[in-house]
């Protein structure tokens, strides 16, 4: 089980990364509006035709 | 401040002015051919090793047509060429959208796709030939691994290039899912594939026996994680919200299962070894965390279901959403039957059965096949400026698609479980009902049939697919870059001005990058081999002779593992069929290890010893002279083929190296110690009539086989 001296820390390394991440998102008010991203995504097409 | 990287057609303004610029879908265009063209080829190898279990002569008795070479280039085809370069098809035109902003730099994103496809050629040539690293998924060996990683690296920073370059604040949850498994996959790419090199194109894994199984699993089902889940996962919440024309069901949703997943899914690797070697403590961990991944898989697939709402018509006439809908519908599937595959009494029944396999291509024909035909559907035509030729022909894709999947799933079921309940029934005398092995293979052959019938009707649609795309593309033009614009976003540096200038020049960043990476990679794991102590608990375990080394390299390059798994587990079933339990002590020399997932064959691990030197010499040249109704190819070159004592010394000294306790004397004596238990063995044949085997490569595999699972009754 000697491999657990690398995953442990590798696994520590990877989720204080995952941490980083979400602290980032907060102060970069990622959450701060959760409702508009879903239609904003539909609007960026300049197409109006259907292509099916 | 906004950024100009040289390739960048952007316009800079004042903060406040709309900026002008353009999407790359050159670049998307070139995926999507490349996905179709290699989900064919990958696609189309797949039926021809699912033939050669239904019927054995299609191995052609060639080496590098043989089921043990092909079926990796099966699964490294349609995992890494299909749904790998379908990733990056919707990722490169998702991502430029969602962030308001073009790639990062367009020469990466070439560097990407050809050092891809290169990489792809490369398998393709190197796997039929036999050379495997012998783990799955990560059987391309260690240069076309360190490729992997270069262009992996590359791709990261022209994303994260084009995240810094975005003019839109919020990351969209697809983006999210992208980072993660670009990150993911990266980490279980290098930390799984650390070997040191024998030669050109031979190595071994750094890892050995117990550790090995764990870090490949580790590896194994993240690859399924994060190469087949999250990026795809990314995909349907860009794509089915623009197919369905509405937003996704519920974003908060999206995110929450976004972070569970990705916690819950690193831990699930110990399902793949239930009732094998490794520490209870371990399995049950990964037992527990497999249930629990049931909450954030089904987070999504009702996120992306329940984004019909309202919209359910357009199942009736719409492929794209045909398609999309039952992706989201199998991964539903597949996330729940593999939760309860985790638990230990079902899992006790279903190991290295044909239900895994089930199991599998519903996942993978079902959610990754099928999402990535609806995206195609609906992408490929915009990406031309047209319509989509017929919208017959992609329905009609669909159900021969649907079938196909079904006859394969329910085929695979039958064959399973049929399997499952031989190997483990017992009559009220408490002996085996089915002793010899050769009856479960013979019975579930119709159901081999039958699947590969499934294959052809997945293939076909595929087929209708390319005819149908062809007549979209066929004398149109590709417009030019979409035209796009927005207003600036004024990013702050994340640490400093120097790194905020580097972070403008990509090619300096991905050279400091790969330096970083590969400096923490040597930090890491020098210390690791260094301290890595390698006493054995079982005392009269000792490392293989330079002759059942050279011949277990033999077994791994005709990959035998594939259907042949080398673990007894401690149940009454194996142990009355097989010998004593495996213990994790018997392994500590096996770089790689070979416990393999499946038994298309028996179980090997306590073979030595069982059947004399001639057995072994007639079963390998044909099994049928052995087992009537066997279905392994037939390996005649072995007979005629000289072993490769070349690099034995060589071979001896990297073991050495990483640990396993051969003497100098070992290393130096090794091709003269092969050639003396050469002798022996062909001795042995002589006198059963089969003479000139002392230098074949078949007396070498016979050497490995006789001492598999010996060691412990000394």
Known sequence: MGILIL???????????????????????????????????????QEKEDTI | ?????????????????????????????????????????????????????????????????????????????????????????????????????????????????????????????????????????????????IAIALVWVGMAVNMFGTIAKRRERHLYVAIW???????????????????????????????????????????????????????????????????????IYSYRLSIIHFWSLVFLYIWTGPHHLLFSSLPDWAQTTGMLL??????????GMINGLLTLRGAWHKLRTDPVIKFMVVAITF???????????????LNKLAHYSDWI?????????????????????????RLYGTKLHSLKLANAHFWLGLIGILVYMISMYISGLTQGLMWLDFDNDGYLVYPNFIETV????????????????????????????????????????????????ERKPLMGKFHYKLEAKPMMFTVLTVVAVLVGTILEIVPMLAVESNVPTIASVKPYTPLELTGRDIYIR?????????????????????????????????????????????????IGGKYPDMWHLRHMEDPRSMFAESIMPSYPWLLTDQMDLAKIGKKIKVMRQLGVPYSEQDVDNAESMAKAQAKQIADNLAASGVTGMEDKEITALIAYLQRLGTDIKK
């Open chain 2, 177 to 247: 899912f992208y980072i993660a498994s670009i990150v993911t996959v990266a980490l279980l790419h290098i930390f799984n594939s650390l070997a040191l090199p024998v030669s050109f194109m031979k190595s071994y894994s750094v890892y050995a026996g117990v550790q090995d199984a764990l870090v490949q699993w580790w590896y194994g089902h993240n690859a399924v994680a994060f190469f087949l889940t999250t990026p795809f996962l990314g995909l349907m919440y860009y794509f089915m919200p623009k197919a369905a024309e509405g937003p």
């Open chain 2, 357 to 381: 396999i089930s199991h599998v291509h519903g996942g993978a024909l079902g959610w990754n096949g099928f999402l990535t035909f609806g995206m195609i559907y609906w992408l490929l035509p």
């Open chain 2, 558 to 606: 005709e990959g035998c593992f594939n259907c042949h798994s080398q673990m007894v587990r401690p149940l009454r079933a194996e142990t009355e069929r097989y010998g004593t339990y495996s213990k994790s002590g018997e392994f500590v020399y096996d770089h790689p290890f070979l416990w393999g997932s499946k038994r298309t064959g028996p179980d090997l691990h306590r």
């Open chain 2, 290 to 299: 497999s249930l629990m991944l049931i909450a954030p898989s089904w987070g």
């Open chain 2, 331 to 345: 991964y539903g599937m597949s996330t729940f039957e593999g939760p309860m595959l985790s638990i230990k009494s």
């Open chain 2, 1 to 145: 401040m906004t950024m100009n990287p040289s390739n960048s057609p952007d316009v800079a303004g004042a903060p406040g002015n709309i900026e002008q610029f353009s999407y790359d879908d050159a670049i998307v265009r070139k995926f999507v051919w490349a996905t179709l063209l290699w989900g064919l080829i990958g696609m189309v190898v797949g039926l021809l090793v699912a033939l050669q279990l239904a019927w054995w002569p299609a191995n052609m008795e060639t080496s590098w047509l043989s089921f043990g070479r092909l079926r990796p280039l099966h699964t490294n085809a349609v995992i890494f060429a299909f749904a790998g370069n379908a990733f990056f098809a919707g990722m490169y035109y998702s991502t430029q959208r969602l962030l308001k902003a073009r790639m990062f730099s367009d020469a990466l994103s070439k560097f990407h796709f050809w050092g891809w496809q290169g990489i792809i050629v490369a398998a393709a040539i190197t796997l039929p030939l036999g050379f495997t690293a012998g783990k799955e998924y990560a059987e391309l060996e260690w240069p076309i691994d």
């Open chain 1, 7 to 45: 995953l442990v820390p590798v696994t520590l390394v990877l989720t204080a990364t995952a941490v980083g991440a979400w602290y980032w998102a907060c102060h970069n008010r990622q959450f701060d509006d959760l409702d508009s991203p879903a239609y904003k995504m539909l609007l960026d097409d």
């Open chain 2, 442 to 489: 013979a019975v579930v052959i119709p159901f081999y049939w039958l699947r590969f019938l499934g294959g052809v009707l997945y293939v076909a649609g595929l087929l209708v697919m390319f005819y149908n795309l062809k007549q979209t593309v066929s004398g149109v033009t590709p417009p030019e870059d979409t035209k796009a614009e927005a207003a600036p976003y």
